[in-house]
């Protein structure tokens, strides 16, 4: 396994999937999302609009179905110590702070404004530990799909054009 999950073969669908949702988050909210380059950051973004600081979010690819999701309780596991470092990037900056998934199977995006929501299920559980594998006991949150905003990874335009 490699230092970072991140950078290993196995990870590269996920990176590009990534790639995918920051552009369809942009799109959606006529943001530019700057990459925060590190992996180590406590956001994967802050949002900016005409010069301004607009909003910060954290990304996750998944290769489950939203159909899968609702079979396991219509939640979206995240980690729970994401949503805590957000909502304090989020305070520090003033702005909103949200959390943006992208369903592979799907071509479906999902995001969750968690500085207005502001509440989640929250437990302990054994996860899968990286995209490589492993198992993982964490303190785990549990997003409901019904406050998330659904919007489709492409545009209708391009759908339409590859026809």
């Known amino acids: 396994m490699s230092a970072l999950a991140v950078h290993s073969e196995a990870a590269k669908p996920f990176n590009n999937g990534e790639r995918m949702l920051r552009a369809a988050v942009a799109r959606r909210f006529a943001a530019t999302l700057l990459f925060a380059g590190s992996d180590r950051t406590p956001v994967d973004a802050v949002w900016e609009r005409k010069g301004v600081c607009v909003g910060c979010s954290e990304h996750k690819v998944r290769t489950h179905s939203r159909e899968q999701m609702r079979a396991w309780g219509d939640t979206y596991l995240i980690t729970a110590q994401k949503l805590t470092d957000g909502l304090a990037v989020s305070r520090l900056l003033s702005v ?68």
């Open 96 to 163: 909103p702070f949200y959390v943006a998934a992208l369903l592979l199977p799907d071509d479906m995006c999902y995001i969750w404004h968690i500085t207005e929501d502001g509440s989640w299920e929250q437990r302990k559980t054994a996860t899968q530990n990286t995209c490589e594998g492993g198992v993982a006991l964490r303190e785990n949150a549990f997003l409901d799909f019904a406050a998330a905003e659904a919007f489709p990874l492409r545009p209708l335009s391009l759908l339409l054009r590859n026809r």
